[in-house]
């Protein structure tokens, strides 16, 4: 494979290489972030309303916090687009010289290969991984905000010299605003969802529903799901468990051809009861309407302990930086301060191959 293939391949040329040596970005590098950043914030966003927004929802505290997760994850896209944003435009680059290291990650359906050189790391393929020349001390240069890596080159090349100063090479000031405001962002949506919860708890209201039961069908998987279907609705009621009923009800599909009353929680289809040629089947709920006010006032409880904990965490990490920042040194650019074998360019651009 000739040379001019193999930079069109790895995903940077020379001209990339002499701008990231002078501390800036290439037109084509400049382009590349400003997309990567635009394509997260048109994905971030919206997974962070809808989570928040699904989550006022449930009244369980797993769904609530489940979609606070997602919600999380959507701030944390549209967080890193920023990042990419903010270096496309400001044109900077970081730079660090350590030890390449390479790492296996086995999953259930894959393995996947990593190449890691101080703060950044990289996915590569097989082959890449094969001949990656584990501890080899290169220049890897990186946008500092997103960590997107840039272009690397052996250390045993001079030193760089910048035009600039170079931005930190770990734990960079954006990277550590961006995981202190997440936390206390997903901390006070959660304490909000929570409060909701907890305000809102109210106990069940049967509503009677009859008619001769269609169909009934239970589809089996990681839970099971019961529907029941009446004549002449188009609504699917959901049944829980037989033995959950008081007397324990017969199997749901005995049902079928039968009049029957239906007692529903108001506002859901979940049903409280069954009434069946006057045998009641009935839930706890239907029994006892205010224990769905004690589950929901205890589940909203619990979403609202957790946020909390996650906007002290948030708070604390903030805190903890601020401080670590006041405090420590200037930043100067590491340098090499051991021999170390050769590197040929073939290795060290290989390793940016992508699957």
């Known amino acids: 494979m000739d040379e001019r293939t193999l930079e069109g391949f790895l995903g940077f040329n020379d001209d990339d290489l002499a701008a990231n040596r002078d501390g800036r970005l290439s037109p084509r590098q400049a382009r590349r972030l400003l997309w990567s950043g635009a394509g997260r914030l048109i994905v971030g966003p919206p997974f962070a309303a809808g989570g928040a927004t699904i989550s006022l929802l449930f009244d369980s505290a797993i769904g609530a916090v489940l979609c606070l997760i997602a919600s999380g994850m959507g701030l944390y896209i549209a967080w890193r687009g920023f990042g990419f944003l903010v270096d496309s435009m400001d044109g900077a680059v970081a730079f660090v010289t350590g030890p390449l290291r390479g790492r296996m990650v086995h999953t259930r359906n894959r393995t996947s290969y990593w190449a890691h050189i101080g703060p950044v790391s990289k996915r590569i393929g097989r082959a890449a991984f094969d001949a990656l020349p584990n501890g080899v001390a290169c220049h890897l240069y990186y946008a500092p905000g997103c960590r997107s890596l840039l272009s690397v080159e052996p250390a045993t090349v001079d ?185 040929t360019e073939y290795s060290f651009r290989l390793l940016l191959n992508v699957d």
């Not at 909000?192 to 509503?207: E, K, R």
């Not at 008619?211 to 002449?232: K, Q």
Request: proline share 8%; with cysteine; net charge negative.
């Open 159 to 343: 030193e760089p010299r910048p035009m600039h100063p170079f931005g930190p090479d770990s734990a960079h000031a954006w990277d550590r605003l961006r995981w202190s405001w997440v936390l206390m962002t997903i901390g006070l949506l959660g304490l909000v969802v929570g409060v909701h919860q907890v305000a809102s708890a109210h106990p069940a209201l049967p509503v009677s529903v009859s008619g001769v039961v269609s169909d009934y069908r239970e589809t089996h998987g990681r839970s099971t799901t019961r529907a029941l279907y009446l004549e002449g609705h188009g609504d699917t009621y959901t049944p829980k468990a037989e033995d959950t009923y008081t007397p324990s009800a017969p199997p749901f599909g005995v049902l079928v051809g039968h009049q029957v009353v239906l007692y529903i929680n108001s506002g859901t289809h979940d049903v409280l009861a069954i009434d069946d040629d006057g045998q009641l089947y009935a839930g706890d709920w239907y029994l006892h309407p205010d224990h769905q006010t004690m589950f929901e006032t205890v589940n909203g409880a619990i979403t609202t302990v957790l946020s909390g904990v996650l906007l002290l965490i948030g708070v604390a990490v903030l805190v903890r930086d601020r401080r670590q920042r006041e405090s420590s040194a200037v930043y100067g650019p590491p340098t090499v301060r051991c021999r170390t074998r050769p590197a």
